[in-house]
């Protein structure tokens, strides 16, 4: 589930912070850049663990902060594929079910992945898991708060890096006084998380903890 990667970055060090130890300077400011911070193809950054190695520290013109090159190793939540995790419901919703792990929200269980036969119940907003036994179906709520255990499946990492301006069409120039950016609805506006996992419940009897537990 967590992982360490090698990394490698410059950091600045303000005129302010000289007084300080260079370690817990370049720590704290490791920390600030990364913590809780998805870094692409690479997995959400917890904490700093250790640095390996400091480089020359230079002071450019024009500036007077050391920038310095710096070797190090982040914990990483990056659960590995076929992974099993406990997490909690978040909420349902027709795409499936939203689990939230306390620091983590963004995971999925789609529909297809679910214990079968489901339905999804639009007074409650829930899905529901008809289960069978010798007295007849009982319908089992995946209710919020829910503790939940499920594998991961796949992950999806979306670069969020900012886009530059829509720019007008060349035969349709924009009036004055008129925007040249596209509507909202047509812009993409929707904010898409950084890193998703996609899950799937587990077998009978690894799934919805509470009702197994009883």
Not at 17 to 39: G, H, M, S, T
Not at 88 to 95: A, L, M, N, R
Not at 129 to 139: F, L, M, N, P
């Amino acid at each position: 589930m967590f992982v360490l990667v090698e990394m490698v970055d410059t950091v600045r060090i303000p005129p302010s912070d000289f007084e300080r130890q260079l370690n817990d300077a370049i720590a704290e400011e490791l920390n600030k850049k990364l913590a809780n911070k998805v870094v692409y193809n690479v997995g959400l950054c917890i904490c700093l663990y250790d640095i390996t190695k400091l480089e020359d520290s230079y002071i450019f013109p024009g500036d007077g902060a050391s920038h310095t090159k710096v070797h190090f190793r982040f914990v990483v939540f990056h659960p590995f594929l076929e992974e099993v995790l406990v997490g909690k419901i978040k909420y349902c919703s027709q795409e499936g079910v939203h689990v939230t792990m306390g620091f983590f929200d963004d995971i999925l269980i789609p529909p297809e992945s679910l214990q079968q036969p489901t339905k999804f119940d639009e007074a409650e907003q829930v899905w529901v898991w008809e289960y069978e036994t010798d007295e007849g179906a009982h319908d089992l709520y995946m209710d919020q708060g829910e503790e939940i255990r499920f594998r991961v499946a796949d992950e999806v990492f979306v670069d969020t890096s900012p886009t530059g301006p829509a720019v007008a069409t060349p035969d349709a120039p924009a009036q004055p006084g008129q925007s040249t950016a596209p509507p909202a609805e047509e812009s993409g506006d929707k904010k898409e998380a950084p890193y998703t996992l996609i899950g799937t419940i587990c077998e009978p009897g690894l799934g919805l903890l509470s009702w197994w537990s009883s």
